[in-house]
């Protein structure tokens, strides 16, 4: 064994003994440091400095109580959590997730792929993570109006528009942004630029609805424009039914592709003619109801209750899963393999399981990780910082454009860095070996703090 894979193996069993029990957090990790192997081989004065151990423990994590009422005039009562991970570039920045799997475990693994992810945009934020296991399913408007409320009552003292600034995730979109910085604005006065997701009329930014869903696809048809094809006829699986798998479906089709499937918790659609999204639109954002739904105006379409969406066995070129973590084990990798699937892009986070990822290895796919493929929604987040900052609102296009840009970039420095290390296409690599180095040498300018 070479003196790195020594290091490397000591940090990780460090981790694994303290975390023991977070399941999710020791996944990300364990995905992570084998990685940067090549990285630490080339670079002796990184391992020497021991900035790894350092960055492996979040800055700090504030764990809180909700309480709340529900309409019956139950005391309810949830767990709020805020991780502030890492400062080195920029504020910490990172979404929200009211989720009931929330714990944290799923807290800290999200924003530890957050650092990675806000450093290649290439903007200047840090990473972090926050939100509540509490279920926003089938709960009334004023539920979830007064859950926001509570929730920012403790929230607001750890963060601000120069220190942390939340945003969406699962279960937290327009709606709860909006409770969210009444209160905060409530208490603290008018500070446009604490939270990012704001709707248009108050500070949002144009775009950044659709960024995390648009950034996907055009992270996929830069790789696919190097290979020297594209979008165009593509047959693409989705897995989620949220804002991402919404705007990702939205611009597969915008460029040609055709898009047969869709999914929530409870299900999966399989349009052969081709998902129409704007129905999904309606289902989830107006009327916040089921997927299975969908059949009502296409009864052709098959709904298939209890099962993944990654079970189907069928031709596809594409699979982009929106959903959420761990939705793909080794077992519906190889479906996927099967299927012929070229490209895999994870518009959620950590959406495929390590085993998952071994599969995609070793059949040569082009596996694009969430802290790569995803980080359109994060990138527009900064941008909407910084309009807040200028007091300007940009134009959709100007957005647009920037996101591509940005998403470009994103690509290039994967495939360029993994290039340099002699482990070409290896995107994952790419990922967290530039991020890791920027992060790491910007730690290490600051001292030990
Ligand atoms: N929740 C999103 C993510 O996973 C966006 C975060 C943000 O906009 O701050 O990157």
Redesign the pocket.
């Known amino acids: 064994m070479t003196k790195v894979n020594e290091y490397l193996k000591k940090i990780q069993s460090k981790v694994a003994a303290k975390d023991d029990g977070q399941p999710e957090y020791l996944q990300a990790i364990d995905e992570f440091l084998p990685t940067i192997e090549p990285f630490l081989e080339k670079n002796p004065d990184i391992v020497a400095s021991n900035v790894l151990e350092e960055l492996l423990e979040p800055e700090r994590i504030v764990q809180f109580r909700v309480p709340w009422q529900d309409d019956q005039g139950n005391w309810q009562v949830n767990r709020g959590f805020r991780v502030q991970y890492n400062s080195a570039l920029g504020p910490y920045?990172?979404?929200l997730r009211f989720h009931p799997t929330v714990n944290q475990s799923v807290m800290k693994f999200?924003a530890f792929e957050?650092i990675f992810?806000n450093c290649l945009t290439g903007l200047p934020i840090g990473g972090g993570k926050g939100g509540s296991d509490f279920d926003p399913k089938e709960k009334s408007d004023e539920e979830i109006m007064r859950f926001c409320q509570s929730f920012m009552m403790e929230l607001q003292r750890h963060i601000g528009a120069d220190m942390d600034?939340p945003?969406?995730?699962i279960g937290v979109g327009g709606r709860e942004i909006g409770y969210l910085f009444g209160m905060y604005k409530k208490l603290n006065g008018y500070q446009a630029g604490v939270l990012?997701?704001k709707p248009l009329a108050y500070w949002g930014s144009q775009a950044r609805t659709e960024a995390?869903g648009y950034g996907l696809v055009y992270f996929v048809e830069h790789l696919l424009q190097d290979k020297k094809t594209s979008l165009t006829g593509k047959k693409i699986q989705v897995s989620g039914s949220g804002n991402v798998a919404i705007y990702a479906m939205e611009k597969c089709q915008q460029l040609g592709a055709k898009v047969y499937t869709c999914s929530d918790s409870s299900g999966y659609i399989y349009d052969e003619n081709g998902i129409d999204v704007k129905w999904v639109k309606e289902i989830k954002e107006v009327r916040r109801a089921r997927i299975s739904t969908y059949v009502d105006k296409y009864p052709k379409a098959k709904y298939v209750s209890g099962q993944s969406v990654w079970t189907i066995k069928a031709d596809f070129d594409i699979a982009l899963p929106c959903a959420t973590q761990n939705e793909i084990s080794a077992e519906l990798a190889e479906i996927l393999v099967a299927n012929g699937v070229k490209v895999v892009a994870e518009g959620a986070?950590m959406p495929s399981s390590l085993a998952a990822v071994k599969v995609f290895e070793e059949n040569d796919l082009y596996y694009c990780p969430g802290k790569a493929a995803?980080a359109g929604?994060?990138a527009v987040?900064a941008l909407e910082m910084a309009q807040n900052s200028q007091r300007a609102q940009w134009s959709f296009e100007q957005v647009d454009e920037e996101l591509n840009k940005i998403m470009k970039n994103i690509y290039e420095t994967c495939r360029d860095t993994a290039y340099d290390y002699g482990i070409p296409m290896n995107i994952l690599a790419g990922a967290n070996i530039a991020s890791f180095e920027k992060v790491a040498r910007a730690m290490i300018s600051q001292g030990l703090v």
């Open positions: 920045k990172g979404g999200l957050q992810k600034i945003a969406g995730d990012t997701g995390t986070n995803n929604g994060v987040s």
